[in-house]
């Protein structure tokens, strides 16, 4: 098993900046894929990023592509969302999570965090 905690959400204004951090303790060495989502009241959670687990690579969802960048520090087993220019729309909770499988960045997600909470004000 992993379990996963998230820190640093918060209030920002429009414009403003945030970074989430996920510790991972247990075991880790069988993720493949460690994503961030989010999930806005009445709706559904979508995926907004995932790194690979070499780090190598990384993926964005478009609406915060060249807004938000994904990281790993492996020696810390913590990955970190910085997230630039955040809009209203940004607002909701965010999860951290993670893969065994390498087939799809995007979905079927075997662990979670708590989540974390991001509002950003207009």
């Known amino acids: 098993q992993v379990q996963l905690v998230e820190s640093g959400g918060g209030l920002v204004q429009t414009g403003g900046s945030l970074r989430l951090s996920c510790a991972a303790s247990?075991?880790?060495?069988?993720?493949?894929?460690k994503g961030w989502f989010r999930q806005a009241p009445g709706q559904e959670r979508i995926f907004v990023s995932a790194i690979n687990w070499s780090g190598g690579t990384t993926y964005y969802a478009d609406s915060v592509q060249g807004r938000f960048t994904i990281t790993a520090d492996s020696a810390k087993n913590t990955m970190y969302l910085q997230m630039n220019n955040l809009k209203p729309e940004d607002t909701a909770v965010y999860y951290c999570a993670g893969k065994r499988s390498s087939r799809g960045y995007s979905t079927n997600y075997d662990y979670w965090g708590q989540g974390t909470q991001v509002s950003v004000s207009s």
């Open positions: 247990g075991r880790t060495s069988s993720v493949y894929f």
